[in-house]
């Protein structure tokens, strides 16, 4: 059974920076599109980051777009969202997502995606 069990989060001031962390179980990461994807309660879920083919192909929402940095380690089967110089506004529940689907635009919708880690809060103050 795929499981992706989250990892990191938790509360920061603005300016710091935060690692979000995403394991697989039961799938092989290398071959499948990873994406994060965020949601503040009361508002629709928003595209972060993607990659595929090992990070040789990414894409990143405008607003994190010099901040975030999407990655993944193959020998762990994890993927990875570092995220430095953070915002209020980047307050939300950050979710990874997989789908063996490779499309450099359908890669930033959330409905493309198949698995879902169980979400992890981030809270950054001013």
């Known amino acids: 059974q795929v499981q992706l069990v989250q990892s990191g989060g938790g509360s920061v001031q603005a300016g710091g920076s935060l690692r979000l962390s995403c394991a697989a179980s039961?799938?092989?990461?290398?071959?499948?599109?990873t994406g994060w994807f965020r949601q503040v309660q009361g508002k629709e879920r928003e595209f972060v980051a993607a990659?595929?083919?090992?990070?040789?192909?990414?894409n990143y929402a405008d607003s994190v777009k010099g901040r975030f940095t999407i990655s993944r380690d193959n020998g762990k089967n994890t993927v990875y969202l570092q995220m430095n110089s953070l915002k209020p506004e980047d307050t939300a529940v950050y979710s990874c997502?997989?789908?063996?689907?490779?499309?450099?635009?359908?890669?930033?919708?959330?409905?493309?995606?198949?698995?879902w880690g169980q979400g992890t809060q981030v809270t950054v103050s001013s």
């Open positions: 997502a997989i789908t063996r689907k490779r499309n450099l635009v359908t890669m930033k919708l959330w409905e493309e995606y198949d698995y």
């Open positions: 039961d799938v092989r990461l290398s071959i499948y599109t």
């Open positions: 990659s595929f083919w090992s990070d040789t192909y990414t």
